[in-house]
């Protein structure tokens, strides 16, 4: 049975609570919510997401919403390397590949979900256990204008692109902080998008990452690396 952890009812109860989870190792934190601790997180990607999720007492699931909508943050974690730079890129959310006649950038949902975010560092290299990987210091950030800026030319240039029936030729390379991937458990998972006629393709859904190098950026600035 899982522990139920309240919804935090501000953001300085939410930052405290991750402040007090630095530099618990995961296995600590699993203990305490009664889950079991995977070997490897080849099979288990979510886990550590998920862990936090309840620890911190996020509400939204997979909504496509803020973790914790009331509040107006978005909860993220960030694994990292010895030398604390990110070891992959973040995931944002999926990107809308049909009826996107008049989405703008101050409407989209990558917007919303990066207006304000709780990153929280995970330290450890691949080769560390999931459960020996340790919880870092918590950052609460909203972007600069000059961050926001990158994002918002990113976007519109990606979603440019899907408009004009060209999803399957955009690739990581494009964007210089945001860039969209296939996002799906598998191969066999499709779709419908707009093709390069103007009607339906099948393609495989597509979702909106960070770059590692705006995330490493982000960090350095905030914690003087």
Not at 34 to 56: F, H
Not at 60 to 81: H, N, R, W, Y
Not at 133 to 161: F, H, N, V, Y
Not at 195 to 209: L, M, N, S
Request: hydrophobic share 40%.
């Amino acid at each position: 049975m899982n522990k139920t952890v309240s919804r935090p009812e501000s953001v300085p109860v939410l930052l405290k609570r991750a402040q007090q989870l630095a530099g618990l190792p995961l296995a600590e934190l699993a203990g305490e919510l009664r889950l079991p601790v995977p070997d490897n997180l080849r099979r288990d990607k979510g886990w550590i997401g998920q862990m936090l999720e309840l620890t911190l007492g996020a509400s939204a699931g997979s909504k496509p919403e803020q973790d914790f909508p009331e509040l107006g943050v978005e909860l993220k974690t960030i694994p990292l390397d010895s030398h604390a730079h990110p070891l992959e890129t973040t995931f944002v959310c999926v990107a809308p590949l049909l009826d996107i006649a008049g989405l703008t950038w101050e409407s989209c949902n990558v917007r919303n979900k990066l207006s304000r975010v709780l990153w929280i560092p995970v330290l450890g290299n691949r080769d560390v256990p999931p459960g020996e990987r340790l919880i870092g210091q918590p950052l609460l950030w909203t972007p600069s204008e000059e961050e926001e800026w990158l994002l918002r030319q990113d976007w519109e240039e990606i979603m440019e692109l899907i408009s004009l029936g060209q999803v399957q030729q955009i690739t990581a390379r494009h964007g210089q902080a945001l860039q969209l991937r296939p996002k799906a458990a598998n191969g066999r998972a499709l779709t419908d998008a707009i093709g390069p006629d103007g009607g339906y393709i099948q393609t495989r859904p597509r979702g909106f990452y960070l770059k590692t190098s705006f995330t490493a950026a982000l960090l350095a600035r905030h914690f003087m690396l």
